[in-house]
T-cell receptor, first 109, second 117 residues
Framework: GQNIDQPTEMTATEGAIVQINCTYQTSGFNGLFWYQQHAGEAPTFLSYNVLDGLEEKGRFSSFLSRSKGYSYLLLKELQMKDSASYLCAVMDSNYQLIWGAGTKLIIKP | GAVVSQHPSWVICKSGTSVKIECRSLDFQATTMFWYRQFPKQSLMLMATSNEGSKATYEQGVEKDKFLINHASLTLSTLTVTSAHPEDSSFYIC?????????????FGPGTRLTVL
């Protein structure tokens, strides 16, 4: 079956760095997405990785290793507004998104 | 990025009534739209994939006669929750794929919060 695993909840301090991991097993692979979702709102796109390596975009970076079925989202210089759920999703061979359950990130002052 | 709208943003209805939710891609054409449901503190659950001009593909366990999907144009898909019951209360989110885009990215609407009394 298809499976996406990520931690349920993480806590970090304002100004610090946090890494959210995601492992996956899917039928085919056409890219991995990270989305941010604030409570009561729809997800918003953060990043997309289809090749191995690190993609950097401002304070956020995303890494992919296809051979290991592994990705992480790195958030630097954490701000209170970064408190949200972070969803990892893999696009399978049918171009369908398979979603992880999300990681709730709590930022403390 | 591309914009997807949903209407209404929230709706409260009595048990047994039907509710229609609209999903529109505002600045791009979407041959495929997706309907998700999200219960509190849970992840997105794909309900169905809506293809313009053809029948929707429903995920296992989703009743197609209860959740009617119509994708009549390249910019509009509708989800009708028929004979709604309190257990249908949830956050319904649509997304659309921009085929002209480079990333196969799905753009999400703002969601519709449905409360069935």
């Amino acid at each position: 079956g298809q499976n996406i695993d990520q931690p349920t909840e993480m806590t970090a301090t304002e100004g610090a760095i946090v890494q959210i991991n995601c492992t996956y097993q899917t039928s085919g692979f056409n890219g991995l997405f990270w989305y941010q979702q604030h409570a009561g709102e729809a997800p918003t796109f953060l990043s997309y990785n289809v090749l191995d390596g690190l993609e950097e975009k401002g304070r956020f970076s995303s890494f992919l290793s296809r051979s290991k079925g592994y990705s992480y989202l790195l958030l630097k210089e954490l701000q209170m507004k970064d408190s949200a759920s972070y969803l990892c999703a893999v696009m399978d061979s049918n171009y369908q998104l398979i979603w992880g359950a999300g990681t709730k990130l709590i930022i403390k002052p | 990025g591309a914009v997807v709208s949903q209407h209404p943003s929230w709706v409260i209805c009595k048990s047994g009534t039907s509710v229609k939710i609209e999903c529109r891609s505002l600045d791009f054409q979407a041959t495929t739209m997706f309907w998700y449901r999200q219960f509190p503190k849970q992840s997105l659950m794909l309900m169905a994939t809506s293809n313009e001009g053809s029948k929707a593909t429903y995920e296992q366990g989703v009743e197609k006669d209860k959740f009617l999907i119509n994708h009549a144009s390249l910019t509009l898909s509708t989800l009708t929750v028929t004979s709604a019951h309190p257990e249908d209360s949830s956050f319904y989110i649509c997304s659309a794929r921009d085929l002209a885009g480079e990333l196969n990215e799905q753009f999400f609407g703002p969601g519709t919060r449905l409360t069935v009394l």
